[in-house]
């Protein structure tokens, strides 16, 4: 894939650089600031970029405020964000337009530098990559109720699961249940969130927005 980095740490940067090429990928820019990304990606029109939320010149959320305007203006490049932070209100619109192609890790809890390439792989794929923490803090700025308030325990763990990005059989392994109980509480949640009978759009994504929103 054809990578942009967006981080003001030279130190992380470059590690990232090295690592991406050794991986095989292009990075064709490398930049410190939201607004150089911008212009980044409208040079070189990237697959993906990964950046980092608080940068120069304030160190607030000019990451993810370039996010958000590359997803505006270029639709197919997939975005991962690798922060320390999560800023629950850009972060919020930035999952909100559409989770496909989406990801969001911090960077204080990835384990293994294998989990950071299977996020990139997944998202450059045009799936989702979500750290658990960061849906967490997420949902705790609401305290509205439905229609989430119908799901059982275990709908909601597996929902929760969904909104990180994993697939059914992802998900029944990380609940040690089976993909077909797994199935049965999606099923039933699509039920619940009267998303069965949607049409023409993706009903796990409009399940992860009902989440991601409530």
């Known amino acids: 894939m054809r990578v942009i980095l967006a981080e003001d ?3 992380l940067r470059e590690g990232l650089v ?3 090429l050794e991986e095989g990928h292009e990075v064709p820019a490398a930049v410190s600031d939201g607004d150089a990304l911008v212009t980044a990606v409208a040079e070189h029109r990237p697959d993906i970029v990964v950046v980092d939320v608080r940068m120069p010149p304030t160190h607030t959320d000019e990451g993810l405020r370039a996010a958000l305007e590359i997803r ?16 629950k209100r850009y972060a919020t619109e930035l999952m909100s337009a559409d989770v496909e192609g ?33 849906v967490r803090q997420l949902l705790a700025r609401t305290t509205q109720v439905d229609p989430l308030a119908r799901l059982t325990a275990r709908e909601r763990e ?25 199935e ?28 991601l929103e409530s």
């Open 18 to 20: 090295r690592l991406l």
């Open 102 to 134: 989406v990801g969001y890790l911090l960077k204080d809890r990835v384990a293994q530098v294998g989990d950071f390439l299977d996020a990139l792989e997944r998202v450059g794929s045009g799936g989702a990559a979500f750290d658990p923490e960061v």
């Open 9 to 11: 740490s030279t130190l």
């Open 72 to 87: 505006r203006r270029w639709p197919a490049v997939k975005v991962l964000v690798l922060s320390q932070y999560v800023e």
């Open 158 to 182: 597996v929902l929760e699961r969904m909104a990180q990005g994993l697939t059914n059989a992802s998900i029944a392994q990380a609940l040690h249940v089976s993909q077909s109980a797994v």
């Open 184 to 211: 049965k509480h999606v099923n039933s949640l699509f039920d619940k969130l009267r998303l069965s009978h949607t049409t023409g759009y993706s009903r796990r994504v409009l399940a992860v927005l009902h989440f």
